[in-house]
């Protein structure tokens, strides 16, 4: 899967590239095989809000014109991941199952 990420006020270095790597695509990629590599094209945005904490925004479209969106804000970027990850999981299994 190919995550095109970005960063607000978030400096995007490679330990982070590889935390969303290990956290995000490794796990997502395992619900998505069916798909070809080109129809699995995501966005996440990591930035911080007022408070300091790390707001993510994901999105991918799926076949079907289906829209997987999650978002989730924590105090630190591991936890943040985690969360989406578990969101994105249920969402893409519900839309496996339509």
Known sequence: MNIQITGDNFELTDAVKKLVD???N???EKFLTTFAP???TATLRIEYDKL???????DIYL???EKIFSETTH???ES?????EDQLERQIKKYRDL
Not at 52 to 58: G, M, P, Q, S
Not at 80 to 84: H, K, M, Q, T
């Open 38 to 40: 080109e129809m699995k």
């Open 63 to 65: 076949p079907g014109k």
């Open 80 to 84: 943040a991941l985690i969360d989406l």
């Open 75 to 77: 105090k630190f970027l």
């Open 52 to 58: 300091k904490n790390v707001h993510l925004r994901f």
């Open 26 to 28: 490794q796990k997502l």
């Open 22 to 24: 290990e956290k995000i």
